[in-house]
């Protein structure tokens, strides 16, 4: 009668037990769901390019999509150097046409001095080091292939007066470069037009109108 009495009370005991285990699982909170990703809206300079504003000219680049956020941030550099480049056209030709003046340079000439590799590597190198980023925004896109990404924007700016001294800058830095090109001349014909490209940059990087 004892040992029934005892195996009724273990048996109560560890009811009692698994009840409060189940009560204490029960109590404890359950892990919080992750917050939803908040998506960024594009800003409105992304979408539409600032005007100049206090004498400050602003350039909008967009990169590709990419796989890492570096490389999109670089490429998004690039473009909106680019882009600052391609607004230089006007000031660059009207220089161009001015110096042209004193050597007799015809249209198709100064369309290749425009589109000279020489000259358009110092004038995007120039504009590279002078334009400087202000505000960035990203996006995580998918490429043509279905693989993962980011697109960067980034609003870069730079003094109008800096410009005209980037062109200037570019045209002294070719001149340079066509000095060094006219030692290494193999012709005298090659050397003269070297010397004389020469000159005609050195003309244009002293021409202080816009």
């Given at each position: 009668?004892?040992?029934?009495?005892?195996?009724?009370?273990?048996?109560?005991?560890?009811?009692?037990?698994?009840?409060?285990?189940?009560?204490?699982?029960a109590a404890?909170?359950?892990?919080?769901?992750?917050?939803?990703?908040v998506?960024?809206?594009?800003p409105e300079?992304?979408?539409?390019?600032?005007?100049?504003?206090?004498?400050?000219?602003?350039?909008?680049?967009v990169?590709l999509?990419?796989?890492t956020e570096?490389?999109?941030?670089e490429?998004?550099?690039?473009?909106?150097?680019?882009?600052?480049?391609?607004?230089?056209?006007?000031?660059?030709?009207?220089?161009?046409?001015?110096?042209?003046?004193?050597?007799?340079?015809?249209?198709?000439?100064?369309?290749e001095?425009l589109?000279?590799?020489?000259?358009?590597?110092?004038?995007?190198a120039?504009?590279?080091?002078?334009?400087?980023?202000?505000?960035?925004?990203?996006e995580?896109k998918?490429?043509?292939?279905?693989?993962s990404?980011?697109?960067?924007?980034?609003?870069?700016?730079?003094?109008?007066?800096?410009?005209?001294?980037?062109i200037?800058?570019a045209?002294i830095?070719?001149?340079?470069a066509?000095?060094?090109?006219?030692k290494?001349?193999?012709?005298?014909?090659?050397?003269?037009?070297?010397?004389?490209s020469?000159?005609f940059?050195?003309q244009m990087?002293?021409?202080?109108?816009?």
């Open positions: 009668m004892k040992f029934k009495s005892l195996k009724t009370t273990i048996t109560q005991l560890f009811a009692i037990l698994a009840l409060l285990a189940l009560v204490g699982c404890q909170p359950q892990p919080a769901a992750p917050p939803a990703p998506k960024k809206e594009r300079w992304a979408m539409n390019e600032p005007d100049e504003e206090n004498g400050i000219m602003s350039f909008v680049g990169s999509v990419h796989s570096q490389k999109a941030r490429n998004a550099r690039e473009d909106a150097t680019t882009n600052a480049v391609q607004y230089l056209g006007t000031m660059v030709r009207g220089k161009v046409e001015r110096a042209s003046s004193s050597f007799g340079l015809a249209g198709e000439t100064i369309d001095t589109g000279g590799r020489s000259f358009q590597k110092q004038l995007y120039g504009v590279a080091k002078r334009l400087k980023p202000k505000k960035w925004h990203f995580e998918t490429d043509a292939k279905g693989k990404g980011y697109i960067y924007f980034v609003l870069t700016q730079i003094p109008k007066s800096e410009l005209d001294n980037t200037n800058g045209a830095n070719t001149a340079k066509e000095r060094e090109k006219a290494k001349a193999l012709n005298e014909e090659a050397k003269q037009q070297a010397l004389d020469a000159k940059f050195e990087g002293q021409d202080k109108s816009s």
